[in-house]
């Protein structure tokens, strides 16, 4: 008897079967277990550890690769450069994006060395507008879990779900659940595309260390009927859940995250729809570590280039009317941030700074006679005025300095109304901020050639210069990615329990400190990205400075230079040697 099992359980060649998988039929239990030797060929496969050719003699006889590597020793300089040659043969964004993921998963460090020393090439692929393409095909190129994926099966259990992430000592978690990508509507558990691209620049541009980052997606269904039939779709195919059981999901969530990681967890809320990402900050502003990045990041970096673009425009910020295209929760926060930036200038309550800020929704503008039919959020911009039904009436009716757009539908930022705006205004400042590049308000080209050069430009999504009439146009890029790394950063360093609204104003007037004459001459209002890591310190720092101030951070004592402190406390992708 023991013979025969015996020959059952040795296939052809002669190797013993160990795990007893070759003598076990299709329906039968075997257990996934590996045995740890220090056999070096798991180091390869560690992405966290892996060198790849850039093992050093050494490194290859302490750690049993001979013989798993080439014999050519690489640096880590001359692998970017065989990487990046090799990225840029492609010509397809999303194929770029599919090898740079790849990387990441097989070489951590060299991710992101390569992030970081091409960010503004490399920047638009791994995040917006690339990641708009890659969630809506995420099933498609899901290959491994890059998260936590966090769904309506796993209800009473979600404590037990976040102890199976490998990694202990988390500091950010970015949280999706998939209702509004970027422009492009509800994409279900798909949008996992999206904490883990955010994750990937909290790491490159603001320094947390890639250990301490954890993206999850909360999958409460989809109501996008072409996922729910699509057979290859990976998430629930249900409707969402919506009322009380949503509320009480992400209740249990929330819970189990302070419980398993602690008062200073930041929990950044990603793509959330308008009416639960408002719920939500309100919820749990008071009780945990939370930020929106949708309402409140993009409200900040956005305050940043109307604060540096004063050099341009003449005047203070009180001195300016603002009219906004799209009432949703970034616009909505938006205009709450600048009233509270005049109101803290001036001293002018926040109630009568607000009437310096006008909103146009798919009704159009937003004015007292609509006031009973508004959502709450919309309500304390509801002005005093006769209807007005579409922008231009409105551009012609309010005479704003700025317009912003924030719709989300591209090119509603007609010939017309960038006309009428330059007609008005010396310098008109035009905004465009919605994501993808596709539903952006207007192009570069059209706002420069409309206004006859004169227009003052920034957008969500990148656009290439323009030049008119003899003049270097570039334009500004008003992206998250300026101030979410920086500030969430600051939190960290600083332990910061709470978020105030004071630590996001100190975030958008760190920023537009560091814009220059230099980029104040190409009709610049953001800096280069390619000084995001110094920018990043300095944001950190002052966020931290605030949180200090207002007795919120928990790290003691307070350090004396918080920028050399940021600086020291961020995180470098360049290889470590081995014992």
């Known amino acids: 008897m023991e013979s025969a099992l015996k020959d059952l359980s040795t296939p052809t060649g002669g190797v013993e079967d160990v795990y007893g998988e070759d003598c076990a039929t299709e329906d039968q239990c075997i257990t996934p277990w590996t045995i740890a030797v220090s056999s070096g060929y798991n180091l390869l496969r560690d992405?966290?550890?892996?060198?790849?050719?850039?093992?050093?003699?050494?490194?290859?006889?302490?750690?049993?690769?001979?013989?798993?590597?080439?014999?050519?020793?690489?640096?880590?300089?001359?692998?970017?450069?065989?990487?990046?040659?090799?990225?840029?043969?492609?010509?397809?964004?999303?194929?770029?994006?599919?090898?740079?993921?790849?990387?990441?998963e097989r070489n951590e460090r060299l991710f992101y060395k390569l992030l970081i020393d091409n960010v503004e090439e490399l920047l638009p692929i791994v995040y917006t507008p690339t990641v708009g393409e890659a969630c809506q095909k995420y099933g498609s190129i899901f290959k491994r879990p890059q998260g936590l994926y966090i769904s309506l099966n796993e209800k009473g259990r979600i404590l037990e779900v976040l102890k199976n992430w490998p990694e202990k000592s988390i500091q950010v978690i970015v949280v999706t659940d998939g209702e509004r990508i970027l422009g492009l509507g509800d994409?279900?558990?798909?949008?996992?595309?999206?904490?883990?691209g955010k994750l990937a620049l909290y790491t490159a541009l603001g320094g947390v260390r890639p250990s301490a980052c954890l993206p999850i997606t909360i999958d409460v269904g989809t109501n996008n009927e072409k996922l729910l039939n699509d057979e290859f779709y990976i998430g629930l195919k249900q409707r969402r859940?919506?009322?009380?059981?949503?509320?009480?999901?992400?209740?249990?969530?929330?819970?189990?995250?302070?419980?398993?990681?602690?008062?200073?967890?930041?929990?950044?809320?990603?793509?959330?729809?308008?009416?639960?990402?408002?719920?939500?900050?309100a919820k749990y502003r008071t009780s945990h570590l939370v930020f929106n990045d949708d309402i409140q990041g993009t409200a900040s970096v956005v305050l940043a280039g109307l604060i540096a673009s004063l050099k341009l425009l003449g005047g203070a910020l009180c001195d300016h009317t603002f009219l906004f295209l799209g009432a949703g929760e970034a616009g909505t926060g938006i205009a709450e941030l600048i009233a509270l930036e005049i109101s803290n200038k001036t001293k002018i309550p926040v109630e009568e700074t607000r009437k310096k800020i006008w909103l146009v929704d798919s009704k159009g503008l937003i004015v007292s006679?609509?006031?009973?039919?508004?959502?709450?959020?919309?309500?304390?911009?509801?002005?005093?005025?006769?209807?007005?039904?579409?922008?231009?009436?409105?551009?012609?009716?309010?005479?704003?300095?700025?317009?912003?757009?924030?719709?989300?539908?591209?090119?509603?930022?007609?010939?017309?109304?960038?006309?009428?705006?330059?007609?008005?205004?010396?310098?008109?400042?035009?905004?465009?901020?919605?994501?993808?590049?596709?539903?952006?308000?207007?192009?570069?080209?059209?706002?420069?050639?409309?206004?006859?050069?004169?227009?003052?430009?920034?957008?969500?999504?990148?656009?290439?210069?323009?030049?008119?009439?003899?003049?270097?146009?570039?334009?500004?890029?008003?992206?998250n990615c300026y101030i979410f790394p920086g500030f969430g950063f600051g939190l960290v360093m600083s332990g910061t329990i709470r978020v105030h609204d004071d630590m996001l104003l100190a975030a958008s007037e760190a920023l537009a400190a560091q814009v220059t004459e230099e980029h104040y001459a190409k009709g610049m209002i953001y800096p280069p990205f390619a000084d995001i890591r110094k920018i990043s310190a300095h944001i950190a720092a002052s966020v931290a400075a605030k949180a200090y101030e207002l007795g919120v951070a928990t790290r003691l004592p307070r350090p004396a230079d918080l920028v050399k402190y940021a600086e020291s406390c961020m995180y470098t992708p360049n290889y470590r040697s081995y014992r």
Not at 187 to 196: R, T
């Open 369 to 479: 006679g609509r006031k009973e039919t508004l959502q709450a959020f919309k309500k304390p911009w509801a002005h005093e005025h006769e209807p007005v039904n579409n922008l231009l009436d409105a551009v012609k009716a309010v005479k704003p300095t700025v317009l912003i757009g924030t719709s989300g539908t591209g090119r509603t930022f007609t010939k017309e109304v960038v006309e009428a705006m330059a007609c008005m205004n010396k310098r008109p400042l035009i905004m465009a901020l919605s994501n993808p590049t596709s539903q952006a308000e207007c192009t570069a080209e059209e706002a420069y050639t409309w206004s006859e050069g004169r227009a003052v430009f920034a957008s969500g999504s990148p656009f290439p210069s323009f030049e008119y009439d003899g003049k270097l146009n570039i334009p500004g890029q008003a992206n």
């Open 187 to 196: 994409l279900g558990c798909q949008g996992m595309g999206i904490p883990v």
């Open 241 to 281: 859940a919506t009322g009380q059981e949503y509320y009480d999901f992400l209740h249990e969530f929330m819970s189990a995250v302070k419980q398993n990681y602690g008062e200073k967890i930041l929990v950044q809320f990603e793509d959330f729809a308008n009416h639960n990402a408002f719920e939500l900050l």
């Open 47 to 104: 992405p966290r550890y892996n060198k790849g050719l850039a093992f050093t003699e050494r490194e290859r006889d302490a750690h049993y690769l001979r013989g798993l590597l080439p014999p050519v020793i690489s640096s880590q300089e001359l692998q970017e450069k065989k990487l990046m040659q090799s990225i840029r043969q492609y010509d397809v964004p999303l194929h770029k994006y599919v090898a740079m993921m790849e990387l990441e």
